[in-house]
């Protein structure tokens, strides 16, 4: 009796062993820890079947293995018997499995999900959903570039699901889709809470060439570089500093982009209000050269007020050169307000008005008549320049080169940085101009060699040479051509060889020209007046003497007398 029914037990239990399937290969089960050893855990899947796990399989990223003897865990069953007869199991594909399940119903309801950053891949970085590896894309981070990740590694985070194909096993993740949101947010309550003109303290975050961004508390705000202060600021470095705490004030929101526009310079006192007290017209100050442009140098007067000195009102002498040459960026001058424009915040200010005009000074130094020596600085074709004191020119016209030379032929004896001395002519100020003459120095050997004669007069010269075309004579210095054809009344006489060097010829003075320095002589002119003279004393048109008879009273007349 009792082994019937010892065997009807055993049929019962092994109808019920055949009864139950044996899981398929490829599937999730459940599993009994019934021993760690050898760095791996045994689990009893059931079924008669054991299987290994090696223990990193149970840690995740950066931690160490959590598992003990008699938990239950769920393994992926790869194969149901391995070469040593046991069961070939995987905890790491059945947490992907698990993992993929949860990510794919994440995914499709658009939620986030969480992970930790455990590696570095081209391109961006590998991060552990859960079982599941995803990429992050280095432009998905942060919102802006981050140059060292280290902090971000191994620390359990949100992420946004991008993109994910099963069949390939990719997942594309981003942390920056987290991080806007919730700035986005933060943004929204922050700016919902600030108005215009309202100032609030923040933390300077970054430092840019033409302002900085200031942190609000969860919202940046940019501080532009011409709101940071009322004088002219080259960088925002000069004044502020990255994680330093400022005071500002909120100029502009803008409801739509959420962008905000900070000043400093708002919380002082605008030093234009009273610059037309500070900086009457006229009066001289020292100032700090700013910044040098084409046409002219800005110069700061005091901090947040600068002027523009022109570069016409630069230098007395110093024309059509660039500002740069004449002064220097940080240099300090002296400078005159000329002009205030309030409205336009505008100071035109001048450098040379500072410093007499040197024609003035020249005109009260050098009066008309004054010896000055200088140096050729420039020969034209109307003149030379010479430098004299202060930076200034004075010019010596052609016609003032030389009593005997024309201007032409005396320009060509000098050459540039010759020393010269000439004598003042006239000076005009307002012209800037100064006329020099170098033949002043020395005695008008014309004027003096023909004092007393005029046309008409009747001089002695004496022959000094006998040419084809006439005779060449002198008179106390002064050279005289007489043509052939003033040599006689007669044309039979008109013969140049009938002279002879050293002759003494009695003429008539037909020109005195002092601009050509030249005398028109004639020995035909003074015996056609002679004859006509001769005829007014001893004949008339009536008497029907002939000429002869009355020339011949006329030399008879003259010989008794």
């Known amino acids: 009796m009792c082994a019937k029914t010892t065997m009807e037990e055993f049929e019962a239990l092994l109808n019920e062993s055949f009864e139950i399937d044996t899981p398929a290969e490829g599937s999730v089960v459940k599993g009994k820890v019934i021993a760690i050893e050898a760095g791996q855990a045994i689990i009893d899947v059931g079924y008669k079947m054991e299987g290994r796990i090696d223990l990193k399989e149970f840690a995740n990223p950066g931690e160490a293995p959590s598992i003990a003897v008699g938990d239950t865990v769920e393994v992926f069953l790869e194969r149901v018997e391995n070469a040593r007869g046991e069961a070939s199991i995987s905890r790491e594909k059945a947490r992907r499995e698990e993992a993929w399940d949860r990510l794919e119903k994440a995914y499709e309801k658009e939620e986030r999900v969480d992970g930790a950053i455990f590696g570095r891949v081209k391109g961006g970085f590998t991060v552990d959903l859960g079982g599941a590896v995803a990429f992050l894309p280095g432009s998905q981070v942060d919102v802006r570039p981050v140059r060292d990740a280290g902090p971000l590694m191994g620390l359990k985070q949100p992420f946004q699901i991008l993109k994910m194909d099963r069949r390939r096993g990719n997942i594309v993740v981003s942390r920056r889709a987290i991080l806007e949101e919730s700035r986005a947010e933060q943004r929204a309550e922050v700016i919902g809470n600030l ?27 940019l501080l532009h570089v011409t709101d940071m202060a009322w004088r002219r600021v080259n960088h925002p470095s000069e004044i502020l500093a990255i994680g330093e705490t400022v005071k500002v004030q909120v100029v502009k929101i803008n409801k739509e982009t959420h962008r905000i526009s900070l000043g400093m310079k708002q919380l002082l006192s605008d030093p234009w209000d009273s610059v037309e007290e500070k900086f009457p017209l006229g009066s001289v100050h020292k100032g700090r050269v700013t910044n040098i442009t084409d046409y002219g140098a800005f110069v700061e007067l005091e901090a947040g007020v600068e002027g523009l000195v022109h570069v016409s009102e630069m230098s007395w002498t110093k024309k059509n050169v660039h500002p740069g040459k004449i002064v220097s960026t940080s240099q ?4 005159m307000v000329l002009e205030i424009d309030t409205a336009k915040r505008r100071v035109s200010l001048g450098l040379k008005q500072t410093q007499r005009n040197p024609w003035e000074v020249f005109a009260e130094t050098h009066p008309v008549g004054t010896m000055i020596e200088g140096e050729v600085k420039n020969i034209t074709e109307f003149g030379l320049f010479i430098g004299l004191d202060n930076d200034i020119d004075g ?24 020393v010269v001395k000439a004598a003042v002519t006239e000076v005009d100020v307002e012209k800037e101009r100064i006329s020099l003459s170098v033949k002043a120095l020395d005695a008008d050997t014309f004027s003096d060699a023909v004092d007393g004669v005029k046309r008409g007069s009747v001089i002695t010269v004496t022959v000094t040479a006998i040419e084809e075309g006439g005779i060449e004579c002198d008179y106390n210095g002064m050279k005289s051509f007489i043509r052939r054809s003033d040599l006689s009344r007669e044309r039979s006489e008109q013969r140049p060889e009938r002279f002879q060097v050293g002759d003494h010829v009695d003429v ?14 004639s020995i035909k002119a003074r015996e056609i007046a002679e004859e006509k003279e001769a005829v007014e004393q001893y004949g008339s048109s009536d008497s029907g003497a002939s000429l002869g008879d009355i020339l011949g009273a006329a030399l008879k007349g003259n010989g008794e007398r």
């Not at 300090?332 to 400078?335: L, Q």
């Not at 010019?395 to 010759?418: F, T």
């Not at 008539?508 to 002589?521: A, F, H, M």
């Open 195 to 221: 108005t215009e003109g309202q100032v609030v303290d923040g933390v300077v975050k970054n430092i840019t060439e033409y302002g900085a961004f200031v942190d609000l508390g969860g919202v940046d705000g």
């Open 332 to 335: 300090e001058v002296d400078v």
């Open 395 to 418: 010019m010596v016209h052609l016609s003032d080169l030389s009593w005997d030379q024309r201007g032409e032929d005396a320009i060509a004896n000098y050459r540039k940085g010759d």
């Open 508 to 521: 008539r003075v037909t020109n005195v020209d002092s601009k050509t320095r030249r005398l028109g002589v």
